[in-house]
């Protein structure tokens, strides 16, 4: 039985020590995207092939490496100190483009998920 506590002590500690950011759901659906989604932008379909996060307290960020059609793509999802999603960017074919939340249509094995 005490194995059983530790083990799921373990587990909630691990979960709770993951590289969460932590937002409203509605601004946060950007922030969850998991290999394998596709994603829409501008008309541009992606494939998520990769998600990592970064920055600094006052400037955090989710990075999406991305597959289209035409090559690598990145998408730069930054979050403010207050944890409002405060700038999207989308980086394909050697251009930056900035995006509104609207421009990103998310789907997930087929079905539309966003």
């Known amino acids: 039985m005490a194995a059983l506590v530790r083990g799921l002590w373990r587990l ?51 990075l999406y490496h991305c597959l289209t059609r035409n090559g690598a793509a990145q998408l730069e999802v930054h979050i403010g100190r207050q944890g409002n999603v405060n700038r999207i960017r989308w980086y394909a074919r050697g251009l930056f483009r900035d995006l509104n939340e609207e421009d990103v249509e998310v789907y997930a094995n087929g079905g539309r998920l966003a």
């Open 12 to 62: 909630v500690q691990s979960w709770w020590r993951r590289d969460r950011i932590r937002v409203s759901s509605h601004e946060g659906r950007l922030l969850t995207l998991r290999q394998g989604c596709i994603l829409v932008v501008r008309d541009d379909a992606a494939h998520v092939l990769e998600r990592s996060t970064g920055g600094t307290p006052d400037d955090r960020r989710v």
